[in-house]
């Protein structure tokens, strides 16, 4: 079986689409992940009369990524050999390539499937924070030993697929910090490789702006630090060069999660 998990909060209009792509595919099961919702998503899903859809709500925001880890204990739970994550907020037309990503793992060929969002390799049109971000990301690969397979690629960053022996190597709640679920996966020698190519900007998700873009940035870059300490054994931190890199991660919900994995048939 194929699963999808689709993190939302308040995305209404463009997890209409989102979801439609899904249908579009050959994804068995469909798993939106509404968390602290106020707009009309709860009630655009209720409408929906497809039986390969099965909603998880949260009546609080569960914070960045964590969803991930939420719909994928569903997904696991019912079976699914290799599980698609895309955010609620993506409706560029990216049916083939959610296809692809679902195809390589689900032939047992790659446990972890990456989206290469950047195929070029110069950095024209991108901004300052956007380059330094991509090179964070990049460090982390080669301390890894991810780079020349993988360049920049990194599941914080467009749809990816995980097969159901990366689910019972790495911790559920490792997911909720994608870097070191990519770390970890390295660490046990899982196969990991880019699956498809799109740019950035066909993946159709909002321009953000200036104040969010440094907060995502610095997630991501608090959690490749993360992710290099876990893979050496190390105290997990998110310190570097004096700065600790926080982001949005101390709105991260592990105690929802940690209670909700806990829990029996809560579903």
Do not use: Q, W
């Not at 469909?30 to 949260?58: A, E, Q």
Request: with cysteine.
């Amino acid at each position: 079986m194929l699963a999808a998990v689709v993190p939302a909060r308040n995305e209404e209009k463009r997890l209409i689409k989102a979801i439609d792509t899904l249908l579009n595919t050959p994804v068995d099961l469909i798993i939106p992940v509404l968390n602290g919702c106020t707009d009309n998503s709860p009630s655009y899903i209720s409408r929906l009369k497809s039986p390969r859809v099965m909603p998880l709500y949260f009546i609080e925001p569960l914070g960045i990524d964590v969803p991930r880890a939420a719909g994928a204990k569903i997904a696991y739970d019912e079976g699914a050999a290799a599980i698609l994550f895309l955010d609620g907020d993506m409706e560029g037309d990216i049916s083939k390539n959610i296809c692809e990503l679902l195809e390589s793992v689900n032939s047992h060929r790659l446990d972890m499937s990456l989206t290469d969002c950047y195929p070029a390799t110069g950095k024209d049109g991108l901004s300052t924070l956007a380059s330094h971000l991509l090179e964070e990301r990049r460090r982390l690969n080669r301390e890894i030993g991810l780079e020349k397979k993988v360049g920049a690629a990194s599941p914080s960053h467009g749809p990816h697929a995980v097969s159901r022996r990366f689910l019972n190597t790495v911790p559920l709640r490792e997911l909720a910090i994608p870097p070191v679920s990519l770390a970890l996966a390295a660490k046990n020698n899982l196969t990991i490789d880019i699956g498809t190519t799109i740019g950035h900007k066909y993946l159709g998700s909002p321009e953000k702006d200036e104040h969010h873009s440094r907060l995502i940035a610095e997630t991501i870059i608090g959690d490749c630090i993360e992710a290099f300490c876990a893979f050496n054994n190390k105290k997990r931190g998110r310190i570097r060069g004096g700065i600790e890199y926080t982001g949005y991660h101390l709105e991260r919900r592990f105690d929802i999660l940690d209670g909700f994995t806990a829990a029996p048939c809560l579903y």
